[in-house]
């Protein structure tokens, strides 16, 4: 039987989902609170109130006014029972905060909060119709895959007055995402500051994604770029003096998208990382050819097998496709079918069985109708992507790239020419080359520190300390290819004896002094920035302010 605090436990969880509320920290609220009552003074808003702890703050540190509003009744309870002990005047609006017209209100001195973190898979209805067209009103048009956040950020700065502020804390996506850009974009275009405070350590227990601090001043002003504040921990909010803290200029709003994670190397590193992209020989990986997804099967268990299972079952080996399963199955710079022999001896299979549609009409009607038998007899056949797709039995989307590029990068991630003729799954990503000969020195370039630090640059960071890197991010990652090397042998044997950075050493020396002409110094910024940048995210969420 489950104890009741496991009871209550599972019931703040669901509740949590629901609603998304992850309240926030004290020291965080009364930062965010201090910091907009001396910005802008006066009736103080938080439009997504919960238990009320932003406007207690408020109520306590001098505001004249509180203004609440929630979905959730129950926190709302809470939020009106702790206002009615404070000396100030509080309104509670319980519903949709996208339903409050800002023409039905007086305009507001400040907004503070904690907006819902809502993904747009579950942000859906007349609030989200509610929420484009508000951020229509200030001339943003979000993009489909906008979380509910960005629109609630949008709609907030409408119930401004001209000189108002804003201080709110918001997902890391918003340097992050086109939707997150596009939001803070508006907020330059609406506010005459604008700062973004980010931790080494992350302050929400339970959240996945990275958050920051989000401080607009002067309302109905506008700027071009972000003030940028690294900062080790929320416990420095209490002496913090914004005037003193050490801070990056990052535009907003330029076609080039700049990597906002620079903000977190030291200068001498930015100088190094400036110097070595600005050398010819650097490109884009999207200048070398086609970033491409994988195949997705729906059920691997079904239709991932090794060659012997395949013949034994008699299938026809017509129907195998070599295939790389994910990022483990690359331990070298040349994904080779001695890979596959190994991995499949080692009983983990590396073909994905795909007959294709028109095997009803070749010469395996008997090998297809027992095929599909059993997948019926398991269920396969109604599994998600399975139930969707026609024949249910055929994988659509097969690509044989020049190389295997990382998607979710640990520590040390590993780029493979393709030499076994090997499709893959969307667990990584396919690069096929405009000039398919230079694979070899493609892939060593993809092993030297100016490609792992822009991965580090482009790339979104996750609970636990993964980097993810879709296409459109890996498009943007830089690469210098040598003219020629003959250190592949090399990069494979210190990558497959698990030295890593012995791998990379060589790939710097082909690539950054060979080919580049950096010098050593320059080469040395450029992995302190790596080494950074990578202890960040494994740090990230280590020793974290749990409530
Ligand atoms: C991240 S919590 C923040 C709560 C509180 N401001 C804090 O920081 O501790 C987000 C809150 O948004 C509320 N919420 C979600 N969707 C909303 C909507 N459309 N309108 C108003 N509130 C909403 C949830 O009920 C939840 O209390």
């Not at 086109?178 to 005459?192: E, I, M, S």
């Not at 416990?235 to 990052?250: D, P």
């Not at 109604?382 to 026609?390: A, E, G, I, N, Q």
Request: charged fraction near 20%; charge should be positive; glycine fraction near 8%.
């Amino acid at each position: 039987m489950m104890s009741s605090r496991t009871l209550a436990l599972a019931g703040r969880r669901v509740r949590q989902k629901h609603f998304a509320s992850f309240y926030t920290r004290p020291e965080v609220v009364d930062f965010l609170v201090r910091w907009g009552l001396a910005q802008a003074g006066g009736v103080v808003m938080d439009p997504s109130c919960g238990d009320g702890r932003f406007l207690s703050s408020a109520a306590l540190l001098g505001a004249t006014a509180v203004i609440g509003c929630d979905l959730d009744p129950r926190a709302l309870k809470v939020a009106r029972s702790a206002l009615a002990t404070e000396h100030v005047a509080a309104t509670v609006h319980e519903g949709d905060f996208f339903a409050l017209d800002p023409a039905d209100h007086p305009r507001v001195d400040l907004i503070v909060g904690n907006p819902p973190f809502i993904r747009y898979q579950c942000f859906a209805g007349d609030s989200r119709r509610r929420a484009l067209q508000s951020a229509l009103a200030l001339g943003v048009r979000l993009t489909a895959l906008s979380s509910a956040w960005a629109p609630f950020v949008i709609h907030a700065i409408r119930f401004l007055r001209s000189g108002g502020a804003m201080a709110m804390v918001v997902p890391a996506e918003i340097v992050q995402t086109n939707y997150g850009l596009q939001t803070l974009d508006a907020l330059c275009r609406n506010f005459a500051q604008v700062h973004l405070l980010a931790f080494a350590r992350n302050f929400f227990a339970d959240a996945e994604a990275d958050t920051y601090l989000l401080l607009a001043a002067d309302a109905g002003g506008s700027c071009h770029s972000v003030e940028f504040h690294p900062l080790e921990s929320i416990q420095q909010l209490a002496s913090v003096r914004m005037s003193g803290l050490a801070s990056t200029t990052l535009p907003v709003g330029t076609t080039e998208r700049t990597p906002f994670a620079l903000a977190f190397l030291t200068p001498k590193e930015h100088d190094a990382w400036l110097q070595a992209i600005a050398n010819p020989g650097v490109v884009r990986l999207s200048d070398l050819g086609t970033i491409t997804n994988g195949y997705v099967t729906g059920a691997n268990d079904f239709f991932l097998m090794t060659r012997e299972d395949a013949v034994k079952q008699g299938l026809p080996t017509e129907w195998l496709h070599p295939t790389v399963v994910n990022a483990a199955s690359l331990r070298g710079p040349e994904f080779a079918p001695s890979d596959i022999a190994e991995l499949e001896l080692a009983g983990k299979p590396h073909h994905l069985l795909n007959p294709p549609p028109a095997a009803q009409l070749d010469g395996h009607r008997q090998e297809l109708a027992s095929f599909i038998r059993r997948g019926v007899a398991l269920g396969i056949h109604l599994r998600f992507k399975c139930r969707t797709r026609s024949p249910w039995w055929h994988v659509p989307g097969l690509h044989v790239p020049h190389l295997f590029l990382p998607y979710m990068v640990g520590r040390e991630p590993i780029a493979s020419v393709n030499a076994a003729g090997a499709t893959y799954t969307n667990t990584i990503h396919g690069l096929r080359l405009r000039r398919a000969s230079s694979a070899r020195t493609v892939g060593i370039g993809l092993h030297s520190t100016l490609t792992l630090l822009s991965m580090e640059l482009h790339g979104r960071t996750y609970g636990g300390g993964i980097l993810k890197l879709e296409p459109s991010e890996t498009r943007r990652v830089h690469v210098a290819v040598p003219a020629k090397s003959d250190a592949a042998k090399a990069v494979d044997r210190l990558l497959r004896s698990d030295d890593y950075l012995g791998a990379v050493a060589v790939a710097d020396d082909v690539v950054l002094r060979g080919e580049l002409g950096l010098s050593a110094a320059v080469i040395g910024q450029l992995r302190s920035a790596r080494a950074r940048l990578v202890c960040r995210r494994y740090s990230r969420n280590q020793g974290r302010n749990t409530r």
